[in-house]
């Protein structure tokens, strides 16, 4: 779950892969924020989301079809995010990006006050909880909590902070290490591309 101050609020659920480039598949649901808006004046707050090394691929609903000639699909160059949805959308690649279990544990070690909180249970895992304060984003720093397990395996982590668009807590969880991730890249007769969304002339 990922919370960006007015901006988004969502759910993810998925497989994904960090050994190089992100890719992987996601079931994303905008629960709120600006971004909910947007995508329910789409006729649809539930997407499926497919990360590739070269881009971000959302699948949309029929309104956005409608729109684009009858293409389902929306993709997104990652530098193209930045650019169209600002800071928001640089936020939300990156935390994506980010949401590799290792970048929660190096984020933790560099920190001054690092501390052992205790054995907790993380659905159903032992799992023991660190927590520390990180700089970077904010006054006060960023909070960055890990449950490990007897694998020494991330099962659990909560990051908060700030970003330009207000508060940020992200809170993930982590199963099923090793599986194989598959990610297909959507037709290309059924994708619009971002850019030429944009260059598009409106419609009379």
């Known amino acids: 779950t990922t919370t960006m101050g007015s901006a988004l609020s969502m759910t993810a659920r998925?497989?994904?892969?960090?050994?190089?480039?992100?890719?992987?598949?996601?079931?994303?649901?905008?629960?709120?924020?600006?971004t909910a808006e947007t995508m329910r004046r789409l006729g649809s707050t539930s997407m499926e989301a497919r990360y590739l090394p070269d881009a971000y691929y959302?699948?949309?609903?029929?309104?956005?079809?409608?729109?684009?000639?009858?293409?389902?699909?929306?993709?997104?160059?990652?530098?193209?995010?930045?650019?169209?949805?600002?800071?928001?959308?640089?936020?939300?690649?990156?935390?994506?990006?980010?949401?590799?279990?290792?970048?929660?544990v190096k984020r933790l070690l560099a920190s001054s006050d690092v501390r052992k909180v205790g054995e907790e249970t993380v659905r159903g895992t032992r799992a023991?909880?660190?927590?520390?304060?990180?700089?970077?984003?904010?006054?006060?720093?960023?909070?960055?909590?890990i449950w490990v397990d007897d694998r020494d395996l991330l099962v659990k982590k909560v990051e908060k902070g700030r970003t330009?668009?207000?508060?940020l807590t992200q809170t993930?969880?982590?199963?099923?290490?090793?599986?194989?991730?598959?990610?297909?890249?959507?037709p290309a007769g059924d994708t619009a591309d971002l850019r030429e969304l944009l260059e598009a002339k409106p419609r009379s």
């Open 58 to 104: 959302a699948r949309m609903g029929e309104v956005f079809a409608g729109k684009t000639d009858g293409r389902h699909w929306i993709r997104y160059a990652y530098d193209d995010l930045e650019r169209v949805a600002g800071s928001s959308g640089a936020d939300l690649a990156d935390r994506m990006r980010d949401t590799a279990p290792h970048t929660s």
């Open 172 to 186: 993930a969880y982590y199963r099923d290490y090793g599986v194989r991730v598959a990610v297909e890249k959507p």
């Open 14 to 34: 998925g497989t994904l892969a960090w050994r190089g480039p992100l890719t992987g598949t996601l079931r994303i649901r905008y629960t709120g924020g600006s």
């Open 128 to 145: 023991t909880h660190y927590s520390g304060t990180v700089p970077g984003e904010g006054a006060d720093g960023q909070t960055v909590d």
């Open 164 to 167: 330009a668009t207000g508060a």
